[in-house]
């Protein structure tokens, strides 16, 4: 299964991208995790150190290999991870997870990640995937990703939303947008509710049945944020995550 | 003057930059609000109906019309507001600010949104302005307006942070990226701060000769982004901006 984590920025898209690629590996799927903003922060929330990240080659470069592979005519082969090693070259491994980036970053005026976000797609549908494969990509914030069609051919899109007024318009276009892509299952995650009037706002402004579930606000969070080492107050995050997960299993089914 | 607001998403750069544009209008000067997320918000925020938003014309629908009048040679000529009414067809006017939106929403797949970038970018070059009038950039999440160097040519840029790990990595990239491409004044605003440790760890991450101010977290904030009109507890941020909006003007000079 294919999911793409979506949403405004900063409403949390990369902590429940890090939460379902640690869930589904502690569950035994292989996870193939894809930091796909170039504002690369996936990674560093997985536990892996900047200058590992720094180093990893980023999955464009893999463009000339595959193109030599496939005998240069342009056209992609199926890229099947069980007998062929090429992606084992891109990826950092933590357990079950193969972590990926997107792109690297590059000079200021240099260019932009058009290139990144095409081939990313190209991959993305030349993957074959088994039953207990995972991919969970981390999209850059806002909509160009869906414009681009970089998440085209995901089977479900995670939208993220705060309970702001524009949060929520951000996740009704991403919603819109998603459909115009074709992509079956739309879902929402309300993030970072503060106050019961929040998690009602979310719930007048987008559709009950589409929203797995709500993480509330806690210091836990902001502890971890801070880079502060903590197990205090995660259990109330656990607990809604896990409902979550819960949700998206039953209805994306994996 | 020019200025660019950046940052990784969900920091408080259109919070940030509608204080701006207001608080300038306010001190007379004229004011050029754009909007240069795809993901828009700060028409929002300014407090414009979605629908005018909506219906506003792209700056990138200009291209065409300045083309021709520049005798279609595909060069730019001036822009000079004071004599040139081009630009009121694009712009929604409030007060002594005149807002714009550089792109369109598009369909899902469409395109990317370089062109617009890289119009933006030749216009804002083109653009005489007076001693009294400012622009005031809200830029799209993350730091693909800098690699497409979007915000060249700006005068100062004000990289927007929350006391986070992923946020200040963000905000030091976007500040390499800025001064790669020139831009004079880079200047920090710590945002969202909860907690005496957290402004602690803006000052150990960012240097303090750079930082215009931090603005704490409050509820009037909260409220404001679930559409409830109050002025409860913006005394706070009021006072903390107005600082900012002090050692900003000091530091670049308008």
Known sequence: M??????????????????????????????????????????????????????????????????????????????????????????????????????????????????????????????????????????????EHLTRGTSKGVDAIVVVTEPTVVSVQTAKVVSNLARELEIKSVKFVGNKIRRPEEKEFLLKQLPAADILGCVSYNDHMLDAALGIETTEGSAGFEEEMDQIFQNLVKDVQV
């Open 2 to 143: 294919k999911i793409a984590v979506s949403g405004k920025g900063g409403v949390g898209k990369t902590t429940i991208s890090a939460y379902f690629a640690k869930r589904f590996a502690k569950e035994g799927y292989q996870v193939y995790a894809v930091d796909a903003d170039p504002d690369l922060s996936l990674g560093t929330v997985l536990g892996i150190e900047n200058s590992d990240i720094a180093n990893l080659k980023p999955i464009v470069d893999m463009r000339d290999v595959i193109a030599a592979k496939s005998g240069g005519g342009g056209s992609f082969y199926s890229l099947n991870p069980d007998v062929d090693d090429v992606l084992d070259e891109y990826a950092i491994n933590l357990g079950n997870i193969k972590f990926f980036k997107m792109g690297a970053v590059k000079q200021g005026g240099s260019s932009c990640y058009c290139r990144e976000n095409s081939f990313l797609n190209s991959l993305m549908n030349s993957l074959l995937l088994k039953k207990n494969d995972v991919v969970v990509l981390d999209m850059g914030a806002g909509i």
